[in-house]
């Protein structure tokens, strides 16, 4: 696979070290006047999620990382196991609870999400930013109580909870934020 | 000024009110020059000739369709032809113009940058290092600088001597003091060594509240300064620092050509070494040289740093109208 050298260091270069896929979440060029530059780069492990720093100088490489970010749909969950499938290539993937991490709680059959291959495995799932979701079931609200910002907790149709405001209904149809599990409103059929 | 639309690289970076600033600071830096009787000058940004740094890759100029295509260089500084100013008889001499440095993208720095450069004949480093003191406090307001020795600040921030430490020292000291070295940082390279302790440990405490000179460089790092023999020989090369900040670049100038003319061989080899193509060694300003340059110190200033610390910006594209990625 091809190499980055330090000039084309930049946040969002998608590289490999030590085997694993790392995101370059920063990149400062620091150069005193007449000496050497260095490159202080933080980058976030894609498959773990940690954070490492590292520093590196002018001439340096980092070998990039095979990534590609696909559209597959959900289709089904079988136990702990998640299956996906590219539309386009009709390929299926299969992904553990782990892989999946947060995104279960917004995933429901026929959702096309977005899906990261490292060397053409699947590393991470996101499901798109907002998701609309049937409340399967919650406790009733006091009717009147619209003045304040009271919350309780909503159970939709994929297990999950979400704190939403009290006139939301069993079969309410809900739009939640997926990248932060805020409630963002109601909407009809 | 009339409000414009939000959004698009069409637009400036900087906002109308630090361009309003820099202005300002512009206008400061001329008066400050015209009262002590200096001379400002305008010489080539495209030039035959170029520095020989290990560090430095200007940009080169492909001129002259049709016939032999020429290379010239868009100069790293000023240096070269207002020292050929010096050797033609200038006794006082300063300049507003644009340097090149490939491949200097960061928080503080752009390829093309805003350099304030001045040199005065007859003048000891001390003299230079007052003058620079004088123009510091003038723009910033934060009093004079205090003056530090290189060593002296690396035995207080980093416990060794520069100057007499082994290089298996430092790289030990970068260790204990929990410096993250580039892996690819060879064990024997003293300046590669220097430069990281120095910008990771010493600079960083430099400079605020009051500025910082910092003075007598390792000999290694000369560049185009006089080495004065001690023992130990030392670079009669300064700093300036405020908050951290590197502003200014001074030299008692060397003046002698022969010397400069080795220089500029080692730093070729070392390029080579690190794989970067070699600069032409040979340059109107040896010639300059060969005739004779009086013995002068003079000092380069990174004006957008000084915009930015005026105005408070934390990254220097927020002072400059169409930084590198939208010019």
Redesign the interface.
Same mark, same amino acid.
């Given at each position: 696979m091809a190499s980055y050298n330090t000039?084309e260091f930049r946040k969002g270069l998608k590289v490999q070290l030590d085997g694993d896929p790392y995101l370059m979440i920063e990149c400062?060029?620091? %150069?005193? #006047?007449?000496?050497?530059?260095?490159y202080?780069c933080k980058l976030r492990n894609l498959l773990r999620g940690t954070v490492l720093?590292?520093?590196? %100088?002018? #001439?340096?490489s980092i070998e990039a990382a095979d990534i590609e970010e696909i559209q597959a749909q959900f289709l089904y969950r079988q136990q702990d196991q998640f299956v996906f499938m590219d539309n386009s290539t009709y390929e299926q993937y299969e992904l553990s609870k782990d892989q999946v991490d947060e995104a279960w709680k917004y995933l429901k059959e026929g959702m096309v999400c977005s899906m990261m291959l490292f060397n053409g495995s699947p590393i991470s799932v996101a499901p798109p930013n907002h998701v609309v979701l049937k409340v399967e079931y919650c406790e009733p609200g006091v009717r009147g109580n619209t003045a304040t910002n009271v919350t309780k907790p909503c159970k939709v149709e994929t297990g999950a909870e979400f704190p939403c405001p009290a006139f939301v209904e069993v079969g309410d149809l809900i739009k939640i934020d997926s990248r932060t599990g805020e409630y963002i409103e109601r909407v009809k059929e | 000024m009339a409000a414009s639309p939000q959004h698009g690289d069409h637009l400036p970076r900087a906002s109308w009110e630090n361009l309003r600033r820099r202005a300002e600071l512009l206008s400061r830096v001329r008066e400050f020059f015209h009262r002590r009787g200096f001379l400002e000058v305008e010489t080539p940004l495209l030039s035959a000739d170029t520095v020989v740094?290990?560090?430095?890759d200007p940009f080169s100029v492909s001129a002259g369709g049709g016939r032999e295509p020429r290379q010239l260089w868009l100069q790293t500084s000023p240096e070269f032809c207002m020292k050929r100013l010096l050797a033609a008889g200038a006794t006082a001499i300063y300049q507003v113009t644009r340097a090149f440095r490939q491949?200097?993208?960061?928080?503080?720095?752009n390829p093309e940058f805003t350099m304030v450069e001045w040199y005065r004949t007859g003048d000891t480093m001390a003299e230079g290092m007052q003058l620079l003191s004088e123009l510091g406090e003038w723009l910033l307001g934060r009093g004079p600088a205090q003056c530090l020795s290189y060593g002296e600040a690396f035995q207080h921030y980093v416990g060794l001597d520069p100057h007499t430490a082994a290089t298996a020292a430092l790289v030990e000291g970068a260790s204990l003091l929990g410096v993250?070295?580039?892996?690819?940082?060879a064990t024997e390279d003293r300046?590669?060594w220097l430069?990281?302790l120095?910008?990771e440990r010493v600079?960083p405490q430099l400079g605020s509240p009051r500025p910082v000179i910092l003075y007598d460089y390792p000999a290694s790092?000369a560049?185009l300064a006089q080495v004065r023999p001690g023992p130990p020989p030392v670079a009669e090369r300064f700093?300036l620092y405020v908050s951290g900040m590197?502003l200014a670049?001074g030299y008692h100038e060397l003046v002698d050509p022969a010397v400069l003319r080795q220089r500029n061989a080692w730093n070729n080899a070392c390029r080579q070494a690190?794989?970067?193509p070699p600069l032409p060694e040979e340059s109107r300003l040896l010639a300059a040289m060969e005739a004779g340059l009086p013995s002068a110190t003079g000092v380069a200033l990174?004006f957008d740093r000084v915009v930015m610390l005026a105005v408070g910006a934390p990254r220097l594209e927020e002072v400059i109208a169409f930084p590198f990625d939208r010019a």
């Open positions: 000039s400062n060029f620091v %150069k005193p #006047g007449k000496g050497q530059a260095l202080k720093d590292r520093t590196y %100088k002018s #001439g340096d | 740094d290990r560090h430095l491949g200097e993208q960061g928080p503080l720095h993250a070295a580039p892996a690819s940082l300046d590669g430069d990281l120095l910008a600079q790092q560049a700093e590197e670049n690190d794989g970067k990174g």
